[in-house]
């Protein structure tokens, strides 16, 4: 078949196009991994210090750890004993009940003992009312808010930053299980730099773990496909991603998975949007917004060595969920935050992160979906030939493949987390496979979350299914219990409590 000139020059353009926008969205990438693979290496190194028995010295800023819960019965259990293994001063534990319609209140209160107290609320970020607030009778640290459903994890997290009682607060899904010496890692940024107001942490994937009496007793990778490809995901995104942007000065997302913020920045920003999907990406983006158009001094920092584990889902029907969510909430926060593009006081975030994400990797579902499309037809009509349409194939598996075997190589030099070879071998594989059908399959759900943010269809955040097969069935031993409960500070009295409540809460 003949076709005109002008249609084999169209196809060249579009060609290069595509090819040139696929160059630039991995060069990008493949620089920032450059930058962990110089960055990380050293980090490790100043870090050994912190691997040596220190005494704590009494002054770390007391933590709130803000655990919200939503029909969580099947994982609360195993989240709160691990929360309460963690080696630090002084914190408290704080979950949110957001309205579940299962057991998890009931469960709480059979293991803990709850006693509901008159408390009221200083409302200074908005959130659905409070029904009520209980305190555990065997442990002076761990209270919990129950309140009418907000239909988001804002909204409940909000409940948490009002309720807090101490400065800095970490808010914590409620399957989320943190090493003992996070917390102490954490706060660092914070007693080096008197600006910082958010510091945010590694996260890895918890599916193919143990968990017993609320430590993590075994460490491996997941049978289940999906989640091993989100294992590298995962690996990508904190230790080439966040940390490049990082030593840039230029973080636009602290994970609402794992972060330290400091309650008084957070309020001054208007706590969590209830407006967007990606409520962790809009705080961070809004606390740029507000620091740097109005010349306030800052610091929002990330920090790789202390983990938190995640439960990854394990079902195509809940990751569509999640991923078409993730889509529809990054352009709710750029949409919301678009004053920061190209201001001239927005700095790296404004000039370097945000337009990647706006120009790059947001519209890349598009662009991935279509180059596809668009290199297979061109070659079924014999408008490029076959060695046209498969260097482009090669040079969209290569990068990806490439990318990930480089986050597998950081993984190894600085944590040697999986230490199986087997497990390695396993990961190098994953990373091979990922490029048929799982990759693919991600850009087709992200191109549907980017068409319903287009549309402004109905969104919201959908049921999370855990299956918490890491958590051991039998109970931590009393042992473990009086281990947790020595480890913390000698309780308040009644009348101390409610002193400390009356004057820090309402």
Same mark, same amino acid.
């Given at each position: ?338 004053? *920061?593009? %190209? ?6 975030? #404004? ?5 990647? !994400?706006?120009? &790059? $990797? +947001? ?63 396993? *990961?190098? %594989? ?6 048929? #059908? ?5 850009? !087709?759900?992200? &191109? $549907? +979350? ?57």
């Amino acid at each position: 078949m003949l076709y005109p000139a002008v249609v084999f020059i169209l196809v060249q353009i579009v060609q290069w196009f595509f090819l040139g926008y696929f160059i630039a969205l991995n060069g990008i990438y493949l620089v920032l991994t450059l930058i962990s693979l110089g960055v990380l290496p050293r980090f490790i190194q100043k870090q050994v210090i912190h691997e040596f028995p220190q005494s704590q010295t009494g002054f770390e800023p007391p933590i709130t750890l803000i655990v919200t819960a939503y029909n969580e019965e099947a994982v609360i259990i195993p989240t709160v004993h691990a929360l309460l293994q963690l080696d630090y001063h002084e914190y408290e534990i704080l979950i949110v009940n957001d309205g579940s319609k299962d057991r998890t209140l009931e469960i709480l209160d059979e293991h803990f003992q709850l006693e509901q107290i008159p408390i009221a609320f200083r409302q200074r970020v908005k959130h659905q009312p409070v029904k009520a607030v209980y305190q555990s009778k065997t442990l002076h640290n761990l209270r919990v808010i129950d309140k009418e459903n907000g239909g988001s994890k804002a909204d409940a997290s909000n409940a948490g930053i009002n309720g807090a009682r101490y400065g800095l607060f970490m808010p914590l899904d409620a399957d989320t299980i943190l090493e003992r010496d996070c917390l102490k890692l954490m706060v660092q940024p914070y007693l080096m730099n008197p600006d910082t107001v958010g510091v945010g942490g590694n996260v890895r994937i918890l599916n193919g773990c143990q968990v017993e009496g609320g430590s993590l007793t075994k460490i491996g990778l997941p049978k289940n496909w999906l989640a091993l490809f989100q294992v590298l995901e995962y690996t990508r995104a904190f230790l080439s991603g966040r940390v490049g942007w990082n030593f840039l000065n230029s973080l636009p997302l602290i994970s609402g998975a794992f972060g330290l913020f400091k309650k008084e920045a957070v309020i001054e920003v208007g706590g969590y949007s209830h407006k967007s999907l990606g409520e962790d990406m809009d705080l961070v983006l809004r606390i740029h917004r507000h620091f740097r158009l109005n010349r306030k001094p800052y610091r929002l920092d990330f920090v790789v060595d202390p983990v938190c584990w995640t439960e990854a889902p394990e079902t195509f029907g809940v990751l569509k969920k999640q991923r078409v969510r993730w889509q529809r909430g990054l352009f709710d926060c750029l949409w919301e935050n678009r004053k *920061l593009l %190209f201001h001239p006081r927005s700095g790296g975030v #404004g000039w370097g992160s945000f337009p990647f !994400l706006l120009f &790059l $990797e +947001g519209i890349s579902p598009l662009f991935e979906v279509a180059g596809h499309v668009f290199f297979i037809v061109c070659w079924y009509l014999s408008l490029i030939n076959a060695e046209g349409a498969l260097a482009f194939l090669a040079l969209s598996f290569g990068t990806g493949f490439l990318l990930s075997i480089s986050s597998i190589l950081l993984e190894e030099i600085t944590f040697q987390t999986y230490p199986r070879k087997k497990d390695l071998l396993i *990961l190098i %594989f994953a990373a091979f496979v990922e490029n048929f #059908g799982y990759r693919q399959l991600m850009s !087709l759900w992200r &191109l $549907e +979350g980017t068409i319903k943010w287009v549309l402004r269809t109905k969104s919201s955040w959908g049921a999370m299914t855990r299956n918490a097969s890491w958590a051991a069935p039998a109970a931590p031993t009393e042992k473990a219990k009086e281990t947790a409960i020595a480890a913390l500070k000698p309780a308040e009295t009644e009348t101390e409590k409610a002193k400390a409540t009356e004057t820090e809460i309402v």
